[in-house]
């Protein structure tokens, strides 16, 4: 068992997007997906890495045809429970880096929502954009999302007090960039490690969103707000959440691609 599987068998993954913060990420996330299938009359939607179904399970109660790819056995075991047989959606065990058993230019809408957060080299992340690519048709939109560098070394290195920790010293290199290693599960960048990757693939970026934002900074307050306030916490998101001086401190972002 790898340190991916040791982390997502004990932690429920679920439960971090149903929060009231996790609902912003989620929320965002929705809207965009919504937008790039704005006008396809019967989309074909595949999400790799799609954990415990969040996002595809959703998408399949909306009536819409989903291919659900998921590399954690028990991560396919929750998706499925979820199910009642009605929903058109397949799910499959699979990895990310290799989607031979998907065709070239089959979906409408590709989702890469958890991969790129456990993957710690340029060629890794490059073949799994690239699959994610080749399956999706001409002028299809492709959304991954990312796991970013600051919020870590703000809220978790300094807002946790890790600086001094022994396991962590050798974590960070001189300019404040978290170092890859897959012990420590997650794989964090900044922006332009995002931009250097979609320079070396056939797409064009269409967007870059922060789709927390300044969000998990203030998990409590967020958690704490009655529905009126929370909904205005989300229409001030939705506001910034493409501010271009703002995306790189959020949590997690979203770059919204479209094949060429």
């Given at each position: 068992m790898n340190y991916l599987e040791q982390y997502y068998n004990s932690y429920a993954e679920e439960n971090r997007l149903l929060s009231r913060h996790g609902q912003v990420e989620y929320l965002t996330t929705m809207k965009y997906i919504e937008e790039s299938l704005a006008g396809i009359e019967t989309p074909a939607i595949l999400e790799v890495g799609a954990g415990t179904g969040r996002y595809s399970v959703a998408l399949a109660k909306q009536g819409l045809r989903v291919t659900a790819v998921e590399l954690v056995e028990h991560n396919l075991d929750v998706l499925r429970s979820k199910l009642d047989g009605t929903e058109p959606i397949t799910a499959m065990q699979g990895n990310a880096l290799d989607l031979s058993f998907?065709?070239?230019d089959a979906?409408?809408?590709?989702?890469?929502?958890?991969?790129?957060?456990?993957?710690?080299?340029?060629?890794?992340?490059?073949?799994?954009?690239?699959?994610?690519?080749?399956?999706?048709?001409?002028?299809?939109?492709?959304?991954?999302?990312?796991?970013?560098?600051?919020?870590?070394?703000?809220?978790?290195?300094?807002?946790?007090?890790?600086?001094?920790?022994?396991?962590?010293?050798?974590?960070?290199?001189?300019?404040?960039?978290?170092?890859?290693?897959?012990?420590?599960?997650?794989?964090?960048?900044?922006?332009?490690?995002?931009?250097?990757?979609?320079?070396e693939l056939p797409v064009?970026?269409?967007?870059?969103?922060?789709?927390?934002?300044?969000?998990?900074?203030?998990?409590?307050?967020?958690?704490?707000?009655?529905?009126?306030?929370?909904?205005?916490?989300?229409?001030?998101?939705?506001?910034?959440?493409?501010?271009?001086?703002?995306?790189?401190?959020?949590?997690?972002?979203?770059?919204?691609?479209?094949?060429?």
């Open positions: 998907l065709p070239d979906f409408d809408l590709t989702l890469v929502l958890g991969p790129m957060y456990h993957l710690y080299t340029r060629d890794d992340k490059l073949r799994a954009l690239s699959e994610a690519i080749r399956v999706t048709k001409p002028g299809g939109r492709i959304l991954v999302a990312y796991c970013m560098n600051e919020s870590t070394v703000i809220q978790f290195m300094f807002g946790k007090n890790h600086l001094w920790d022994e396991r962590y010293q050798t974590m960070l290199t001189p300019d404040w960039h978290c170092k890859s290693d897959p012990a420590e599960v997650f794989e964090l960048v900044r922006t332009e490690d995002i931009a250097a990757l979609d320079a064009e970026r269409l967007k870059l969103v922060a789709t927390d934002g300044a969000t998990n900074y203030n998990r409590d307050m967020i958690d704490a707000m009655d529905e009126d306030t929370f909904a205005l916490w989300m229409d001030y998101h939705f506001a910034v959440c493409e501010r271009r001086d703002l995306i790189g401190a959020s949590h997690h972002t979203l770059d919204i691609l479209r094949k060429k």
